[in-house]
């Protein structure tokens, strides 16, 4: 499989944001031309979470994932405030092609069976966020990376799997937004347990970070936030870089 | 571009977004079909489709659209299957059990080998394109992805692509009479899946 | 972090092409085994694979079937005053018989030198030519945004010359407009072999870094409609209208140096000095700041217009690799006098553009610092220039 460049858009009322280490947020746009401009650089999917729903107690968005399905030819996951198997029809009915749920995973760990029962587990991407702790462990953060879990990474993991997750999206609270390359440990421990695919996020900076994620970890697919947002880089550019360093992804 | 009119299965279920908007950027004319009457006045019949093969089915039936699908197709009208779509063109689905499929094409749906890569298969593969009327003109050769199941045929003569999955080479894309499927997603395959859905409908038309 | 090192190293430690001399750090360069770039790769290709003979009979049946149309204008031709615009122009007056419309997106930096250019080149082919000029305050807002987010201040005149002549041609029904070069040349955007429509998926993909108009105006908390210069028109209005909008440099070879002596013979057009490079050049003459905007790159990605020149040099058989470094080492590391003008029309001091621009450094260059640079002469109609801008006249 050709390994996948995703842009993470992080929406927040009516506009996209960007943060460092899940905080101090600025506006990046608006969700439906940057879902336009990243559908033009030939973007390989683009993953859409709401970070106020959940704590808000609402669904994300669906007019806007609504708007942002129309206008792309490619696939959108979206997230946010998923709690119920109603919720995530509504959203697969408004034109995300997979869900992603983050805290109820934690809290309600049944609802991914129900998820994964109802709607295929391909369709179903668990994300979770973590710190890095004392001593090379990691803590589980929910409700965007406001509150610690007491659940360990790897039972959470290991419940997900059991519960028919078709993918996991693992962020590093601690490189989020830092510009600083990716947690390569963290995600070289996960993928030993996984036999799903995995999406590395938090941290990407340059072109190196990337080529060294997958020749190191060789996971699926990353998220990309701040470097596509905030700086001088785009998805055509990274794809051709790729290329170049022997990385198969699709052309842009 | 193409004018014409093109009729979206709507079971409940799924994006049908993408779908929609896929065929009207070529130029046709999309509506959704709810009830049996509007699925016989249908040119061009889509089925696309998410979930799994047993719901629906089952889906398909309680709208009472099975019937008027399976007239639409044995009288040789043109219809595209999707993804799940495609699998539902065989004679039994092994998901949960086994369940009845429209049996166009003798086939039956599996689940993909776990030992061979990751199930389920999501992400951008490369296909190997064996219609070189259905590939025409496309860019790289590859589509999007999002399944844990594939079409099994019965006989290759059906087949006009394949990706790989391991050592395996299983079925991308299947091709009978007046029937087209695609286990990718066209829609959301970009420029090269707008070409193919282009191509098909050139096809189909004559 | 290394990877190997298949390129040469220049006397800055950074990695270039071995037959071009292009740096890892520009845009969408990366070397194979050979140490040869992807620039160079695809240049190959234009040479051997594309039929010019075809691709001109098509530009001609495009040009039969506009002209048919008997349209109030046959073409519009998106223009500024430097080489590729005002060849497009002469190309699409003389040799293709179009009658032409020119819309010039008035960037608010034409130094005189290119207005007398202009001036010249539109009496002595004789065409209609719209000039807009946009909002000064905006224009500024714009600048310092993009500068800050992308470290590109050009954001405004990306966006404007590309969507406002699009607009025209809606406006008037003109069915063709004619860019100059298509990409390929100097990028690895594009494969060569497609034939690729100026239209808003390049528009979105490549030319608004990033950010179009709805992004902007949440940013500089403006109403839409400030921003009205800087929107692409829908598709289907342009598909309804019939406007095909395509790159001249697609159906006829396209050859900088070859260009540019046509539009000094046949219209006059003159050389000027700029701060990157010595001498007069043909290169880039039409802005202001295209000096700073090297410096930016400079400071960005440890190479500036020098080392572009030299590639294309090379390639094109002028000079030697080993020549081409030597220019290099002499003519890029200096600030130009020009930034103290773009400060003040910017309102920001010069810590505040450094601590802006060295947030963008490109990996692998590790940065200069930009007070060990000497500041370049400044060019001759530097005090020409408009200085009535500083940011504290701005009532806003």
């Given at each position: 499989m050709l390994k996948r460049i995703i842009p993470l858009f992080l929406l927040s009322g009516k506009r996209l944001v960007k943060g460092t280490n899940f905080s101090n947020y600025i506006d990046t746009?608006?969700?439906?031309?940057?879902?336009?401009?990243?559908?033009?650089?030939?973007?390989?999917?683009?993953?859409?979470l709401d970070i106020n729903a959940n704590r808000e107690e609402r669904l994300i968005d669906k007019e806007i994932l609504k708007k942002i399905a129309s206008a792309c030819r490619l696939p959108v996951s979206a997230g946010g405030g998923i709690k119920s198997v109603k919720d995530a029809r509504e959203l697969f009915l408004s034109g995300a092609d997979r869900i992603v749920i983050n805290t109820q995973a934690v809290i309600n760990p049944l609802l991914v069976r129900e998820l994964a029962e109802e709607f295929g587990s391909q369709a179903i991407i668990i994300s979770i966020d973590v710190k890095k702790q004392k001593e090379d462990k990691y803590q589980i953060y929910i409700l965007s990376g406001k509150i610690p879990s007491e659940v360990d990474l790897f039972k959470h993991i290991e419940t997900c799997l059991k519960m028919g997750a078709g993918e996991i999206m693992l962020t590093s609270i601690d490189r989020e937004g830092t510009l600083s390359g990716f947690d390569i440990e963290l995600y070289k421990t996960v993928k030993e347990r996984l036999d799903v695919p995995?999406?590395?996020?938090?941290?990407?900076?340059?072109?190196?970070?990337?080529?060294?994620?997958?020749?190191?970890?060789?996971?699926?697919?990353?998220?990309?936030?701040?470097?596509?947002?905030?700086?001088?880089y785009d998805i055509v550019r990274i794809k051709s870089y790729l290329t170049g360093r022997y990385i198969k992804v699709r052309q842009a | 571009m193409l004018k014409l009119k093109i009729s979206l299965i709507d079971y409940g279920v799924g994006n049908l977004f993408s779908v929609e908007e896929a065929f009207k950027f070529l130029g046709c004319e999309v509506s959704l079909c709810k009830n049996p009457e509007e699925v016989r006045r249908s040119d061009i019949i889509v089925l696309s489709g998410v979930g799994s093969f047993a719901s629906s089915i089952e889906k398909i039936k309680q709208k009472q659209l099975f019937e008027a699908i399976d007239e639409h197709v044995k009288i040789g009208k043109p219809l595209i299957g999707i993804c799940l779509g495609m699998q539902l063109f065989a004679t039994t689905g092994y998901e949960n059990g086994a369940h009845e499929g429209f049996n166009w094409i003798s086939a039956r749906v599996e689940k993909l080998n776990s030992q061979e890569a990751k199930v389920p298969h999501i992400g951008w593969s490369e296909i190997t394109p064996l219609d070189s009327q259905i590939f025409k003109r496309i860019r790289d050769k590859s589509f999007y992805f999002m399944h844990s199941y594939h079409f099994i045929p019965e006989e290759d003569s059906c087949v006009i692509a394949r990706f790989k999955f391991g050592k395996e080479e299983p079925v991308a894309a299947i091709k009978k009479d007046n029937i087209i499927g695609f286990q990718f997603h066209p829609e959301k395959s970009q420029a090269d899946g707008i070409r193919v859905l282009f191509n098909t409908l050139e096809t189909l038309r004559c | 972090m290394q990877s190997r090192i298949r390129g040469i190293l220049d006397f800055r430690g950074l990695e270039r092409c071995r037959r071009c001399g292009l740096p890892v750090t520009w845009e969408t360069v990366y070397l194979d085994e050979e140490g040869i770039c992807n620039i160079c790769r695809n240049w190959e290709a234009k040479q051997e694979k594309i039929n010019w003979e075809e691709r001109k009979k098509e530009l001609l049946r495009i040009v039969e079937d506009v002209k048919a149309k008997n349209a109030s204008y046959d073409c519009i031709v998106p223009f500024s005053g430097g080489k590729d615009s005002t060849f497009t122009l002469y190309y699409a007056v003389k040799e293709l018989g179009l009658r032409v419309l020119v819309v010039s997106f008035d960037h608010g930096f034409y130094r005189p030198k290119t207005l007398q250019n202009r001036t010249r080149t539109f009496?002595?082919?004789?065409?209609?030519v719209i000039t807009f000029t946009p909002n000064w305050h905006i224009v500024r807002k714009l600048m310092l945004e993009a500068l800050i987010r992308k470290g590109d201040f050009c954001w405004h005149c990306h966006a404007g010359v590309f969507a406002y002549p699009m607009q025209i041609a809606l406006k008037f029904q003109v069915p063709l407009i004619l860019w100059g070069e298509g990409g390929g040349e100097y990028e690895g955007y594009f494969r060569f072999e497609d034939i690729e429509e100026t239209d808003e998926w390049k528009f979105n993909r490549r030319i608004i870094l990033g950010m179009r108009a709805e992004d902007m105006a949440g940013f500089i908390n403006a109403d839409i409609r400030d921003l009205q210069p800087y929107l692409f028109p829908p598709e289907e209005e342009l598909k309804k209208a019939g406007i095909l909008s395509l790159p001249l440099g697609k159906f006829i070879e396209w050859s900088q140096s070859r260009n540019v002596e046509i539009i000094k013979k046949e219209l006059g057009w003159e050389e000027d000095e700029i701060e990157s490079l010595p001498g007069l050049t043909f290169d880039k003459i039409e802005c202001m700041f295209i000096g700073i905007r090297d410096y930016i790159k400079f400071l960005k990605r440890g190479f500036s217009r020098m080392t572009h020149r030299v590639a294309i040099d090379i390639r094109e058989g002028k000079i030697t690799l080993e020549e081409g470094l030597k220019l290099i080492e002499q003519y890029e590391a200096f600030k130009p006098a020009s930034l103290e003008i773009f400060l003040e029309y910017l309102g920001i001091s010069e810590e505040e553009f450094n601590k802006i621009v060295l947030n963008h450094i490109i990996y692998p260059f590790k940065g200069v610092d930009p007070k060990t640079l000497p500041v370049s002469k400044k060019l001759w109609d530097q005090d020409l220039w408009f200085r009535d801008a500083k940011a504290e006249n701005i009532t806003n």
């Open positions: 746009g608006d969700p439906l031309s940057q879902a336009k401009i990243y559908d033009a650089q030939g973007a390989d999917e683009i993953i859409i995995m999406i590395a996020s938090g941290g990407a900076g340059n072109y190196e970070h990337i080529v060294q994620l997958f020749e190191t970890v060789n996971c699926e697919a990353c998220a990309i936030g701040k470097m596509l947002f905030l700086r001088d | - | 009496r002595r082919l004789g065409v209609d």
